[in-house]
Protein backbone atom coordinates (compact mmCIF):
# COMPACT_ATOMS: atom_id res chain seq x y z
CA UNK A 1 0.00 0.00 0.00
CA UNK A 2 1.70 3.25 -0.78
CA UNK A 3 1.94 5.92 1.17
CA UNK A 4 1.11 9.23 0.29
CA UNK A 5 2.59 10.64 -2.84
CA UNK A 6 3.36 14.45 -3.51
CA UNK A 7 4.99 15.69 -6.82
CA UNK A 8 7.22 17.30 -7.65
CA UNK A 9 9.37 17.53 -4.74
CA UNK A 10 10.82 20.01 -5.58
CA UNK A 11 9.70 23.42 -7.10
CA UNK A 12 11.51 26.29 -8.39
CA UNK A 13 9.46 29.55 -10.24
CA UNK A 14 10.29 33.05 -10.68
CA UNK A 15 7.82 36.12 -9.12
CA UNK A 16 4.37 36.36 -10.71
CA UNK A 17 4.11 32.62 -12.05
CA UNK A 18 1.94 29.96 -11.20
CA UNK A 19 2.82 26.55 -8.97
CA UNK A 20 0.71 23.76 -8.96
CA UNK A 21 1.02 20.90 -6.50
CA UNK A 22 -0.28 17.52 -6.67
CA UNK A 23 -1.04 15.11 -4.07
CA UNK A 24 -2.31 11.24 -4.28
CA UNK A 25 -3.93 10.51 -0.51
CA UNK A 26 -3.30 6.29 0.42
CA UNK A 27 -5.59 4.44 -1.61
CA UNK A 28 -8.53 4.31 -0.13
CA UNK A 29 -8.30 7.44 1.91
CA UNK A 30 -10.97 10.49 1.09
CA UNK A 31 -9.88 13.28 3.23
CA UNK A 32 -7.09 15.37 2.57
CA UNK A 33 -5.49 18.37 4.27
CA UNK A 34 -2.60 20.70 3.08
CA UNK A 35 0.06 22.47 5.25
CA UNK A 36 2.73 24.63 4.69
CA UNK A 37 6.25 24.87 6.72
CA UNK A 38 7.82 28.00 6.32
CA UNK A 39 11.80 27.92 7.80
CA UNK A 40 12.48 26.99 11.54
CA UNK A 41 8.42 26.85 12.05
CA UNK A 42 5.69 24.47 12.77
CA UNK A 43 3.43 23.51 10.05
CA UNK A 44 0.30 25.25 9.67
CA UNK A 45 -2.91 24.22 8.51
CA UNK A 46 -3.98 25.62 5.04
CA UNK A 47 -7.04 23.36 3.55
CA UNK A 48 -9.14 20.19 4.32
CA UNK A 49 -11.01 18.61 1.26
CA UNK A 50 -13.41 15.66 0.71
CA UNK A 51 -13.53 14.12 -2.48
CA UNK A 52 -14.87 17.25 -4.81
CA UNK A 53 -15.67 19.43 -1.44
CA UNK A 54 -13.52 22.06 0.26
CA UNK A 55 -14.54 21.49 3.84
CA UNK A 56 -12.14 23.79 5.67
CA UNK A 57 -10.06 26.87 4.07
CA UNK A 58 -9.54 29.13 7.29
CA UNK A 59 -5.84 28.56 7.06
CA UNK A 60 -5.53 29.40 3.02
CA UNK A 61 -4.87 33.38 2.26
CA UNK A 62 -7.99 34.86 0.62
CA UNK A 63 -6.25 35.59 -2.92
CA UNK A 64 -3.81 33.53 -5.26
CA UNK A 65 -3.97 30.42 -3.51
CA UNK A 66 -6.81 27.72 -4.52
CA UNK A 67 -7.58 23.94 -3.98
CA UNK A 68 -9.47 20.71 -5.41
CA UNK A 69 -9.51 17.58 -4.99
CA UNK A 70 -11.60 15.81 -7.73
CA UNK A 71 -13.57 13.16 -8.01
CA UNK A 72 -11.05 11.27 -10.27
CA UNK A 73 -7.01 12.41 -9.79
CA UNK A 74 -4.61 13.84 -7.42
CA UNK A 75 -5.70 16.51 -4.82
CA UNK A 76 -4.54 19.79 -6.60
CA UNK A 77 -3.12 23.49 -4.42
CA UNK A 78 -2.35 25.80 -6.76
CA UNK A 79 -0.49 29.35 -6.53
CA UNK A 80 -0.91 32.27 -8.89
CA UNK A 81 1.42 34.76 -8.88
CA UNK A 82 3.95 33.57 -6.85
CA UNK A 83 5.93 35.74 -4.44
CA UNK A 84 9.02 35.05 -2.66
CA UNK A 85 7.19 34.43 0.41
CA UNK A 86 5.49 31.59 -0.76
CA UNK A 87 8.38 29.66 -0.86
CA UNK A 88 8.13 27.16 1.85
CA UNK A 89 7.85 23.36 2.08
CA UNK A 90 4.16 22.73 1.33
CA UNK A 91 2.58 18.71 3.00
CA UNK A 92 -0.22 17.40 1.94
CA UNK A 93 -1.69 14.55 4.58
CA UNK A 94 -4.76 12.33 4.28
CA UNK A 95 -7.56 10.24 6.43
CA UNK A 96 -9.41 7.07 6.31
CA UNK A 97 -12.29 9.03 7.19
CA UNK A 98 -13.29 12.07 9.34
CA UNK A 99 -13.71 9.98 12.58
CA UNK A 100 -10.19 9.69 13.53
CA UNK A 101 -7.43 12.51 13.81
CA UNK A 102 -4.47 9.85 12.69
CA UNK A 103 -2.84 11.62 9.28
CA UNK A 104 -0.34 10.31 7.53
CA UNK A 105 1.66 12.72 5.56
CA UNK A 106 3.70 12.84 2.12
CA UNK A 107 7.23 13.69 1.44
CA UNK A 108 6.02 17.38 0.56
CA UNK A 109 7.17 19.82 -2.13
CA UNK A 110 9.79 22.83 -1.24
CA UNK A 111 8.72 25.52 -3.39
CA UNK A 112 11.39 28.14 -4.03
CA UNK A 113 10.14 31.53 -5.74
CA UNK A 114 13.27 33.16 -7.48
CA UNK B 1 -6.06 31.63 19.36
CA UNK B 2 -5.12 27.98 19.57
CA UNK B 3 -1.34 27.21 20.56
CA UNK B 4 0.66 24.37 21.46
CA UNK B 5 4.20 25.36 22.59
CA UNK B 6 6.80 22.61 22.55
CA UNK B 7 9.61 22.96 24.69
CA UNK B 8 12.81 22.67 24.49
CA UNK B 9 13.41 23.91 21.35
CA UNK B 10 16.31 22.50 20.72
CA UNK B 11 18.42 19.40 22.60
CA UNK B 12 22.02 17.94 22.36
CA UNK B 13 22.09 14.32 24.37
CA UNK B 14 24.80 11.58 24.45
CA UNK B 15 23.39 7.80 23.18
CA UNK B 16 22.20 6.07 26.04
CA UNK B 17 20.55 9.45 27.71
CA UNK B 18 17.02 9.24 28.53
CA UNK B 19 14.72 12.22 27.31
CA UNK B 20 11.60 13.97 28.00
CA UNK B 21 9.86 16.61 25.31
CA UNK B 22 7.17 18.39 26.65
CA UNK B 23 4.20 20.04 24.72
CA UNK B 24 1.63 22.16 26.14
CA UNK B 25 -1.68 23.28 24.43
CA UNK B 26 -4.45 26.06 24.59
CA UNK B 27 -7.23 24.65 21.96
CA UNK B 28 -10.85 25.30 21.75
CA UNK B 29 -11.51 21.98 20.34
CA UNK B 30 -9.40 19.68 21.88
CA UNK B 31 -10.32 15.96 20.58
CA UNK B 32 -6.84 13.93 20.39
CA UNK B 33 -3.15 14.63 20.39
CA UNK B 34 -0.45 13.42 17.97
CA UNK B 35 2.88 13.01 18.14
CA UNK B 36 5.01 12.68 15.04
CA UNK B 37 8.67 12.34 13.74
CA UNK B 38 10.23 14.51 10.96
CA UNK B 39 13.43 14.16 9.68
CA UNK B 40 14.13 16.40 6.70
CA UNK B 41 11.14 14.43 4.77
CA UNK B 42 7.28 13.45 5.62
CA UNK B 43 6.14 13.93 9.39
CA UNK B 44 5.89 9.68 10.57
CA UNK B 45 3.33 9.12 12.96
CA UNK B 46 4.51 8.21 16.59
CA UNK B 47 0.94 8.39 18.99
CA UNK B 48 -2.49 9.68 19.30
CA UNK B 49 -3.16 10.04 22.77
CA UNK B 50 -7.44 10.86 23.79
CA UNK B 51 -7.41 9.80 26.88
CA UNK B 52 -5.69 11.15 30.27
CA UNK B 53 -3.27 9.34 32.36
CA UNK B 54 -2.95 6.16 29.97
CA UNK B 55 0.60 5.42 28.42
CA UNK B 56 1.21 4.86 24.76
CA UNK B 57 4.47 2.59 24.31
CA UNK B 58 6.85 1.74 21.30
CA UNK B 59 9.79 0.63 21.97
CA UNK B 60 11.99 2.91 23.66
CA UNK B 61 9.11 5.47 22.77
CA UNK B 62 6.86 6.48 25.32
CA UNK B 63 3.90 9.21 25.86
CA UNK B 64 1.44 10.19 28.40
CA UNK B 65 -1.20 13.44 28.13
CA UNK B 66 -2.74 15.40 31.07
CA UNK B 67 -6.63 16.76 30.06
CA UNK B 68 -6.51 18.48 33.62
CA UNK B 69 -3.14 20.58 32.96
CA UNK B 70 -3.34 20.72 29.06
CA UNK B 71 0.16 19.04 28.34
CA UNK B 72 1.84 15.59 27.19
CA UNK B 73 5.46 14.59 27.13
CA UNK B 74 6.85 12.37 25.09
CA UNK B 75 9.74 10.16 26.50
CA UNK B 76 12.73 8.50 24.82
CA UNK B 77 14.97 6.18 26.65
CA UNK B 78 18.34 4.71 25.83
CA UNK B 79 18.68 7.01 23.07
CA UNK B 80 20.38 6.06 19.34
CA UNK B 81 21.96 8.42 16.83
CA UNK B 82 18.78 7.15 14.91
CA UNK B 83 16.37 9.15 17.01
CA UNK B 84 17.99 12.29 16.14
CA UNK B 85 14.94 14.44 14.10
CA UNK B 86 12.67 17.22 14.60
CA UNK B 87 9.45 16.05 17.15
CA UNK B 88 6.23 17.55 16.54
CA UNK B 89 3.46 17.62 18.76
CA UNK B 90 0.28 18.66 17.28
CA UNK B 91 -3.40 18.62 18.84
CA UNK B 92 -6.27 17.46 16.60
CA UNK B 93 -9.43 19.68 16.78
CA UNK B 94 -13.10 19.05 16.39
CA UNK B 95 -13.46 19.76 12.27
CA UNK B 96 -10.05 17.84 11.85
CA UNK B 97 -7.57 20.46 11.46
CA UNK B 98 -4.35 19.52 12.96
CA UNK B 99 -2.24 22.38 14.95
CA UNK B 100 1.32 21.71 15.10
CA UNK B 101 3.99 23.30 17.72
CA UNK B 102 6.86 24.46 16.30
CA UNK B 103 8.67 21.44 17.17
CA UNK B 104 11.40 20.04 19.02
CA UNK B 105 14.89 19.65 17.34
CA UNK B 106 16.66 16.17 19.13
CA UNK B 107 20.03 15.70 18.18
CA UNK B 108 21.74 12.74 19.85
CA UNK B 109 25.56 12.67 19.48
CA UNK B 110 27.48 9.06 19.44
Known amino acids: NAGVMQNPRHLVRRRGQEARLRCSPMKGHSHVYWYRQLPEEGLKFMVY????????ESGMPKERFSAEFPKEGPSILRIQQVVRGDSAAYFC????????????FGPGTRLTVL | EDKVVQSPLSLVVHEGDTVTLNCSYEVTNFRSLLWYKQEKKAPTFLFMLTSSGIEKKSGRLSSILDKKELFSILNITATQTGDSAVYLC??????????FGAGTILRVKS
Open chain 2, 90 to 99: AVGEYGNKLV
Open chain 1, 93 to 104: ASQDSGLMDEQF
Open chain 1, 49 to 56: LQKENIID
